[in-house]
């Protein structure tokens, strides 16, 4: 089973290593930046 806080902590830290800012990466993945706000936070990766 996933732990759902490491994954976001994983997904906030690469995009800012790459100077993203959420709205980027959503564009990017053709998802909402508030899917990438929860899954950062740890919510559900569904």
């Known amino acids: 089973m996933m732990d759902c806080a490491k994954v976001g902590g994983l ?10 800012t ?3 990466l959503a564009d990017a993945m053709n ?4 899917t990438i706000s929860k ?5 559900s990766l569904r």
């Open 31 to 34: 998802i909402s930046d508030k």
């Open 11 to 20: 997904i906030a830290g690469l995009r800012k290593e790459k100077k993203w």
């Open 22 to 24: 959420q709205k980027q």
């Open 39 to 43: 899954w950062e936070r740890g919510g």
